[in-house]
């Protein structure tokens, strides 16, 4: 007889994701282009997973949704260009994973491993797991802590049940990943996904800043934590929880929403959302709407840490990346950000509370502030490159009235013999130095006087008025010329 499913557990990992340009090229951040490079056809270790309605599980998750929100979920085709959606190769019903916490040993199998990459530039791994063997609160509570592996929180890493799991190994056969994370030197990458997620990932991502053009380079953007869905079908953890709601609260979470029903009890916080119900009791485990709100959240950050980066470009590179980077947050809220995802009264409250544990409204608010700050900054400086220019063809023209003026008076033709070879005759050099170099050079003294003073600009005054002076001496003494 098969063994009956326990509980499920399921870890979402974002990311921030860009294709490396050469530094030459300038500003880098243009992922809502980059994600039809054909890399994304050929990552190692990944198959591409078009969205297909085989089964009632698939066509009841897919309506669930409303259709505007499908679209950010599930890849329909071949070459979209807002996401693509992959399954970890070698993930079969004999792939399981292998946690030592504490003096514990947790073996569970792997259902499946999963990677979005969306055109905000953000990615997520998932990995689901499901266990058939252990049911007491503490062994699932230690299994969750597999959330807390991104990178360590603080060194050294200690081997009980607080520092979640000291020794991590995936078996997809015949690869076998394996971390033993107290032996993990971390200093080399503080701050750095752990190097058993990036193998995970596969060797197409990279954190090396110095990469090369066939990598992804990718960071963390939460922080040390993935976000864990759990799902808990036992009827004496059911009893327990519902004579005694703390027990599941030992983190002392205080940013917390909790729903209590006649079978089941969720628990939803901002890395942890489970839901604890009867064994016979057919629970949602809303791990595709943590996806949405996770995309969402993870976009915003990486827009955060975007507008940090432009904040500090030189000016003729700032315009550009401001008008690039207005353009994928339009398309962000147009296309990933939604007041109302579903029908589902149950699904709406468990969305609005999570939405309010990530702040997301507060976020977009804050970044429209950003945005329309930078935006008028990026205004200011066109403006001032615009009023460079009609100065520019204001002096220019200054500059050419008073030769314009000589030249129509004594006729088009008073330099037509000698001007082919000017500089071999004397009187045509005197003549354009009196009517069209002096001419110029006072305007443009007159010019530069009007600009706000720096060392440079009265270097340049200086050497203005030195040229002008000899200018000045060889027409007094010379003669005009013609």
Known sequence: MDKQKISEHIFLLPFAWTIPIPPKNGYNFKPHKQISDRIFS????????????????????????????????????????????????????????????????????????????????????????????????????????????????????????????????????????????????????????????????????????????????????????????????????????????????????????????????????????????????????YDQMMNLLLIQKASLLNFSNQIATISMLPKEELVPAIQGLYEIYIQFINQMYFNDITEDTKGMWVYEKLGALFHIKEEIQQLDFEMKEVHEYAELITREQSKIKVELLTFTGAALVIPTFVTGFFGMNVLQDHLPNWWKHTDVKLWLNTYLFFPILCVAYLYTWQQRKSISLRIVQFCFVVVGLLSMYAIIFKGCGL
């Open 42 to 285: 050929h990552l190692k270790g990944w198959s591409e997973q078009i969205f297909e309605i085989n089964d009632t599980s698939a066509y009841n998750e897919f309506v669930y949704f409303y259709k505007p929100v499908r679209n950010i979920l599930y890849q329909q085709y071949k070459k979209d260009d807002v996401l693509k959606v992959y399954k970890k190769d070698f993930v079969d019903e004999n792939a399981y994973c292998e946690l030592k916490i504490d003096k514990s040993t947790f073996r569970l199998t792997v259902s499946h491993v999963g990677l979005r990459i969306i055109k905000s530039g953000i990615g997520i791994l998932s990995i689901y797991l499901e266990n058939f063997n252990y049911s007491t609160f503490d062994e699932i509570q230690k299994i969750n802590s597999l959330a807390e592996c991104v990178y360590p929180l603080e060194l050294p890493i200690s081997r009980t049940s607080k520092d979640g799991p000291h020794s991590i190994l995936f078996d997809f056969n015949p690869i076998i990943i394996r971390e033993l994370r107290d032996e993990v030197n971390y200093k080399l990458s503080a701050g750095k996904i752990s190097p058993f997620f990036m193998e995970l990932l596969g060797k197409s991502f990279t954190q090396e800043t110095e990469t090369k053009r066939h990598q992804i380079y990718i960071e963390p953007l939460i922080g040390s934590k993935m976000v864990s869905l759990c799902l808990y079908s036992d009827d004496n953890g059911f009893e327990q929880i519902k004579k005694n709601p703390l027990l599941w609260h030992e983190d002392k979470v205080r940013d917390r929403f909790t729903l209590f029903e006649e079978d089941k009890y969720y628990s939803l916080s901002v890395f942890n959302v489970v839901c604890i119900s009867k064994q016979s009791v057919v629970s949602k485990i």
